[in-house]
């Protein structure tokens, strides 16, 4: 009995030093960190194209006939944003003046998508107030914007000319900003 004993006494202190020094006991533990980021640039802009023609053959009448409101497409734009959230256009609208002219020819501006044409009651803002349209990547009333951030659209002019109006050349200067939501 006493091989026994002894055998278990070694058997129980051989156990011991095995889970007192294992290796996983004596070994260290240590950590380390990996810091990872990247930059995205900015894509937003837009692209104008006049049509031809606009900058000087625009038909003012003023000639002693009264014309109607007259409607002309100016411009294609391209706008392109990686903004999640999309984009805000704003455009100016004013008076076409002559050098000389007390008379002004006010006009209104507005988008329409492209290849559409603009009707008389798509210029709801009024002359000389800035028109802001928006553009959203989903959902909302605005148009979105493609998957890739892009849109397409024409830019439009409307005025009335008088029946009347001074000689000479008349030129306005339509500015067109676009901005991330």
Excluded at 29 to 53: H, M, R
Excluded at 133 to 146: D, R, V
């Amino acid at each position: 009995m006493r091989t026994l004993n002894r055998l278990a006494i070694a058997a129980g202190i051989a156990l011991g030093s095995s889970v007192l020094y294992s290796s996983a006991t004596l070994a260290q533990v240590t950590s380390g960190t990996v810091d990872i980021g990247g930059t995205v640039t900015s894509t937003l802009n837009i692209e104008v194209t006049p049509v031809a023609g606009v900058d000087t053959g625009l038909d003012l009448g003023g000639e002693g006939t009264d014309n109607a409101e007259t409607i002309v497409k100016v411009a294609d734009l391209t706008i392109r944003t990686n903004n999640d959230a999309g984009l805000s256009l704003t455009m100016t609208s004013g008076d076409m003046t002559a050098t000389g002219s007390d008379t002004p020819l006010a006009y209104k501006v507005v988008t329409t998508a492209d290849t559409a044409a603009a009707a008389s009651g798509d210029f709801a803002t009024a002359s000389g107030t800035d028109r802001v349209e928006n553009y959203t990547q989903t959902g909302g009333a605005a148009p979105n914007l493609g998957a890739d951030g892009s849109l397409a659209r024409d830019l439009s002019i409307s005025y009335d000319p008088p029946q009347n109006l001074d000689a000479g050349d008349y030129s306005a200067t339509i500015t067109l900003t676009v901005a991330d939501l």
